[in-house]
């Protein structure tokens, strides 16, 4: 583990100079070393004790034609984790070639698409996989294989996303934490369609400003990135990914200080058509106390109609599946409370923390983020996670012992 963690700090090697770049050619990215700490002993069988060091890298290279219109981009992402091995992983997040005719953009290959404005929850996102080995936010993205076509008109945008080449969610492994009780058989999956993986994917979004308004909405038919959990007599879970229809929509009205925020989904094909919805407002105190420091307060309340069970298949049966659980969620009646402070200085420092309060059962979990730059090329960060359910049967009540601090060092180049 030392001579990784020595290869990371070193990999940017000499100062990339720019006069022996090829023209329009950009090459960067990040290095870094993270330590996350768990303070309780494990919940589970097989999961390591407390302490989870890694090391990762995400370069980045891109090229753009002299007038712009043509852009190359590769990031692929590493990380070796020195406790569980279903989280040491390789993935290309970006690989893909982009062309703008005017009006009209075509991108092809491997990219990740956010959509979204509400902060505790990000529901609308539609088009990547969670790679939620990385963390439990879902905020980082694996990299989908799509045709995306972009019309800019003055009634707004319209992308139109052909995909295929589905990417199977990540889990942790038995040696694990923040998992569940029986780690996922990731390579056990099926789907419901013959195609597999490769079923064609379908996807249609508009977007515009009106005034203040940011509106979004999206169509989606393919195969739903959250496998239902199919429970086997053996006890192991297997997951399973259903053929899925998603309409949505993402709204945010801007003041001068206040930002009002709504997203909110409609699905059908897991389970029983079900909604959700994130809705929400952040008001920011500008130059708070007379200083250069800005200071917001978030509030949002979460529903999610979801049913905790499903129909088992006929193949489900076969395979020796005895129940099936669409892929749970703690956010199913809960408030969000936040408060983030931006110091504005030059080293970039921004912390936000948070709480959500489940409006039956009582708190679940506090969150803090913070980071700040070092110099002109290192960030560190602090990410702390706390979870306060301690009820068994609750989803979150499964991470009752799994609180961790994690502490990030990141070399940009």
Do not use: C
């Not at 030392?2 to 990999?11: D, T």
């Not at 801007?254 to 699905?267: P, S, V």
């Amino acid at each position: 583990m030392r001579s990784l963690l020595s290869l990371a700090l070193l990999l940017p090697l000499p100062a990339m100079a720019e006069d022996w770049l090829p023209a329009g050619l950009d090459i960067g990215g990040q290095v870094g070393v993270e330590l996350r700490v768990f303070p309780q002993a494990p919940l589970f069988a097989g999961q390591f004790e407390h302490v989870q060091p890694s090391i990762f890298a995400e370069p980045e290279i891109e090229w753009q034609s002299e007038d712009r219109d043509t852009q190359f981009r590769f990031v692929p992402f590493l990380r070796l984790d020195g406790q569980d091995e279903e989280r040491t992983h390789f993935d290309v997040r970006e690989l893909y070639l982009s062309q703008d005719f005017g009006e009209v953009e075509v991108l092809f290959g491997a990219n990740r698409v956010f959509w979204g404005v509400t902060e505790s929850r990000h529901l609308v996102n539609i088009i990547n996989q969670i790679d939620q080995v990385e963390d439990v936010d879902e905020e980082d993205f694996l990299g989908q294989p799509m045709l995306n076509v972009g019309i800019q008109t003055d009634l707004g945008r319209v992308d139109a996303f052909f995909m295929t080449g589905f990417r199977d969610r990540t889990f942790a492994g038995i040696d694990g934490r923040l998992r569940t009780p029986a780690p996922v058989d990731t390579e056990r999956g099926r789907f419901e369609s013959d195609l597999g993986r490769w079923r064609p994917e379908f996807a249609l979004r508009y977007s515009h400003f009106i005034g203040a308004f940011d509106i979004g909405a999206h169509v989606f038919h393919g195969t739903g990135r959250e496998p239902v959990l199919v429970t086997n007599a053996d006890g192991s879970l297997v997951p399973r990914y259903d053929v899925i229809t998603q309409g949505g929509l993402d709204l945010q009205y801007t003041t001068d200080a206040t930002l009002w925020k709504f997203e909110g989904l409609i699905r059908a094909g897991q389970g029983d058509v079900f909604g959700a919805v994130v809705a929400g407002v952040e008001y920011t105190f500008f130059g708070a106390f007379d200083s250069d420091a800005d200071i917001g307060l978030l509030a949002e309340g979460l529903f999610d109609g979801r049913d905790a069970t499903t129909d088992l298949t006929a193949e489900d049966v076969a395979l020796g599946g005895v129940a099936a659980q669409v892929f749970p969620t703690t956010f199913e009646h809960d408030v969000f409370l936040a408060s983030r402070l931006t110091l504005n200085d030059v080293q970039d420092t921004a912390v936000l923390g948070g709480i959500v309060i489940d409006t039956q059962d009582g708190a679940q979990g506090l969150r803090l983020e913070a980071e700040r730059r070092l110099g002109q090329s290192w960030k560190i960060e602090l990410e702390a996670q706390v979870t306060l359910e301690q009820d068994s049967t609750a989803p979150a009540g499964l991470l009752r012992r799994d609180s961790f601090v994690t502490t990030r060092l990141s070399k940009f180049f």
